[in-house]
């Protein structure tokens, strides 16, 4: 399964979402492969404090000088592999993003990725904002999680990105499944509760029962390169990861393939 990971809002935890949920599937014994799409490169340099350097390593050659995504693709111990972003990847918009078929060019270069490695989990990390390269993963994605930080500005954000799912929907051809992931959930504040509420009331059952706590580890973390559950397995955070991969492929979301080809 293509997994996107987005939301138009910063910081409600993606790239977290995007490791944690990559990690959870590799010790399911699932392969797994996880593309960072954001010229941030947050996902990369948790992977690798220092990257080459290069462009030309990265996704972004894919959409320079079509380089095939098998040989872009590194290894990342214990979860299985990665295709790093570079900050170039800022360009693409401006300097490939006119036509139709650049949306496509992410799902085709997995098309072709998928003919020699097998993945059984894809997950993309996507940038905080709506243009070509967050457009590429929906496109290439087989559903969507969307994580929503338990504050106000992110129950709008959700809002929002439903909005602007509806308006992609004759483009794609298809609805795109999806479920939205409660992130940073304090337990002690009434707020949480409510946000959880109101996105219940707003997207009934794409709302997933399992809610990511404000965990002290799951935080830690990346400062240590590692994902939650290789840091601190006992921890709430890993429990929380590991309750979601469960909800997700126990409902069956994670077996989806609806994108045709
Ligand atoms: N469950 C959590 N508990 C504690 N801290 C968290 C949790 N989830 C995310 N964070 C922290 O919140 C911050 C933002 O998370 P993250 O980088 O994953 O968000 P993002 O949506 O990928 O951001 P961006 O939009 O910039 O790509 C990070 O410092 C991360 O460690
Ligand atoms: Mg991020």
Known sequence: MRLAVFNQKGGVGKTTTTINI????ARQAQSVLMIDLDPQAHLSSIHREESSGESRDSIFSHYRDNRPLSEIVSEWPGIGNIIAAHAELIKVDSLYGKGPAILNKLNLGLHALELTHVHQMTVIDCCPFLGVLSLNALFAADGLLVPVASDFLSLRGAQQIDKTLTALE???KHRLARRYVLTRFDRRR?????IQARMVDA???DVCNTVISENVAVAEAPSHHRDVFSYAESSRGAQDYAALFDELSGSGFCDKAVHPD
């Open 190 to 194: 009434k707020m949480s509760f409510e």
């Open 22 to 25: 990559g990690a959870a599937a």
């Open 170 to 172: 004759p483009v794609l």
């Open 203 to 205: 997207f009934g059952e």
